[in-house]
């Protein structure tokens, strides 16, 4: 995998704010089938963001599009690999939800959306990463691998 | 509605609390952790420096891991006898456990004895670095460079 330059590390900050008014909207959806259907589509996105980095996903695309040209250039480049990782994990939640929605467990899609809520919300405006702080506990219960 | 309204605005306000909460925890100095005596720093690959060592813990998927690699890098060209030693998580996941390491990047500050001074967690500013630093006397180092070997 190569590394050359790296990212805009304000990308994926603009992008899980994006996402966390989505998943905001979840919420206030409810246990309903708007809801379930709305979370299919972020964790979609998630999918997408997942398999091509966060630069990859739609709302990555909209930043370079339509912020990136009003901003000055970036202190400094961010490797791509940690918001990546993060994609999977908000893939993991939206997915955990999505799959019980579909199984008849509405009351999951705004527990799950809450949850990555949370998530999104702490990297937009604070820059945690949760789910690169959970990397070390996941590894060291034997949840992921290297 | 009203009590997805209302769930919506205590979620934002827990939210809001944690982020707080995490922020102010970055890459405080804290008390060394209490852990089983004489960890063979060498059979981790780590040589110690002789009056301060940082020794970071960090992974691949750690944003936060690059800066403060950075700025414990610079710190050691700037002062004597520091050193700074960066470990992945994913090659020394025994010492991981051993010293109780639950986050990266997670920072020991190791004496040249071989004893943890202090500790820091999550991004590392060059001040704390610097106030972790004066935990360790001058002449600490000197002293007991001879108890590490054993």
Known sequence: MSVSKGIDPRGPRVGA???AVLLAAVVLLGASTA???LLTFIMLSFLLGTLR??????QGMLFKKFVRPRLGPPGEMEDRRPPRFAQGVGLFVTAVGVLLGFFGVLPAVPIAAAVAF????LNAVVGL????EMYLLMRRAGLVRA | MLGQVIALVVLVLGTAALGVWWSARQGAVRAPREVPAGIDWSSAGITLAERVTFVQFSAEVCAACRSTARVLGGLTGSSSGVGH???LVDDHLDLVRKLGVLRTPTVLVVDGGGREVARMSGVVSDTQARQALNRVPLTAGAEADGEGQS
């Not at chain 1, 980095?53 to 739609?58: D, K, M, R, V």
């Not at chain 1, 949370?118 to 919300?121: E, G, K, L, P, W």
């Not at chain 1, 990463?129 to 690169?132: K, Q, T």
């Open chain 2, 85 to 87: 030693r960066e470990l």
């Open chain 1, 35 to 37: 809801g379930l259907w």
């Open chain 1, 17 to 19: 704010s994006i996402t």
């Open chain 1, 118 to 121: 949370v998530a999104a919300a």
């Open chain 1, 53 to 58: 980095g966060a630069e990859g996903s739609w």
């Open chain 1, 129 to 132: 990463c949760l789910g690169c």
